[in-house]
């Protein structure tokens, strides 16, 4: 006979029975807000609005594993030569307090994963948390679980990305990517997430997508199917990236609760306060937040970097170092070390901390 506290034990420890987020992200206009209360509340820096912004930094690699034996030694760790999935998760973990203490509140992380060399022609390693048929894969659920579990705890509002161009091509066709869409926001839903935005698919635009509905011509389909999920009363916020230095297709403008917008390319940092005031001026644009969550842009040290200018135009900006495929180097190329370790990302954050004051 099986005993009732053993019964118990089991049923509290099933994911479906997560309590409710401790954490609930919402936007009211264009301001974000974490369980009730504006970002930042009353922050500015040097004259800037700095309130109600989504300060981020795009960590994709959180729950990156390589299923293709040909590449998976590429990402191995020097002191034991070999790729390690749960390693990766467990030292990301293990850095997520220190990015919250300098005023990080958000970090993309995706299912598909991006670039491990930064920036690739070609992409022939296995990264995805979807099988063929757009199910999800148990492995990497569960570390993405255990992140977004520590973000709740830290007060923190990550936004999880569906889709990625280097790795679509998992997907079988057409029905699998509404599938994947459809498991990963139940799956959010079973566990009480509250805390989460979705990024449908990174940069919409680019031309290496396989699947036409995860591109910007079609992308408003899979907003509409996510929004259209609810339970009760709840429902995720939508969104969906483009290439950088390119303004989102007026349909998604038209869709999505909040614009995401890209920094990669934009040398002049004029431009990326010119990106924002576009956006506004767009017929389709209503009342919502505005935030880069990708800029390989820098100069922290600098009067004027794209950083300081996205906040000019009050709008978030995420810090996106893809590194050299060096472990000394980068949040994009594994392995990452993941704490504050390198000159760049000390200066992120020394500037971050600054900015919004925590």
């Known amino acids: 006979m099986i005993s009732r506290r053993a019964v118990l034990a089991t049923a509290l420890s099933s994911p479906l029975l997560r309590a409710a987020s401790k954490t609930q992200v919402a936007i009211q206009k264009e301001r974000f807000l974490i369980n009730g209360k504006v970002t930042y509340a009353g922050r500015t820096w040097q004259g800037m ?35 390690d999935a749960e390693r990766n ?111 449908i698919a990174n940069e919409c635009n680019n031309r290496s997508y396989d699947h036409p509905i995860i591109k910007q011509d079609r992308i408003s389909e899979l907003i509409l199917q996510a929004k259209g999920m609810q339970r009760g009363s709840q429902r995720f916020l939508v969104g969906a990236s483009f290439n950088g230095n390119t303004l989102p297709h007026a349909d998604v403008v038209k869709n999505s609760d909040y614009i995401l917008l890209h920094g990669n390319g934009v040398k002049d940092p004029n431009r990326i306060k010119e990106m924002v005031e576009l956006v506004r001026k767009m017929p389709e644009y209503r009342p919502m937040p505005i935030l880069f969550n990708e800029d390989d842009h820098f100069d922290f040290d600098k009067p004027l970097n794209n950083m300081r200018k996205a906040l000019e135009a009050y709008a978030g900006w995420g810090y996106f170092d893809p590194g050299k495929n060096d472990y000394d180097d980068g949040y994009q190329c594994p392995p990452v070390k993941w ?20």
Not at 339 to 358: D, H, I, M, P, W
């Open 49 to 83: 609005k700095v309130e109600g912004l989504l300060m981020n930094s795009r960590m994709v690699q959180g729950i990156f594993d390589d299923e293709n034996a040909e590449t998976v030694s590429r990402w191995k760790y020097p002191d034991t030569g070999k790729w």
């Open 89 to 199: 998760t467990r030292e990301f973990l293990a850095a997520m307090p220190e990015w919250r203490k300098h005023g990080l509140l958000s970090f993309t992380i995706c299912l598909q994963g991006g670039s491990p060399e930064g920036y690739s022609k070609i992409q022939p390693w296995h990264n995805s948390a979807y099988r063929a048929d757009g199910s999800l894969k148990p492995a990497y659920m569960s570390r993405l679980q255990r992140i977004l579990n520590r973000a709740d705890e830290l007060g923190m509002a990550p936004i999880v990305g569906l889709f990625y161009f280097g790795q679509d091509q998992r997907l079988t066709d057409e029905k699998a990517v509404k599938a994947a869409l459809t498991n990963t926001v139940n799956w959010l839903f079973d566990r009480g997430y509250r805390n989460v935005l979705l990024e």
């Open 339 to 358: 704490g504050l370790n390198s000159e760049r990302k000390k200066q992120f954050f020394a500037l971050l901390k600054e900015v919004t004051g925590v």
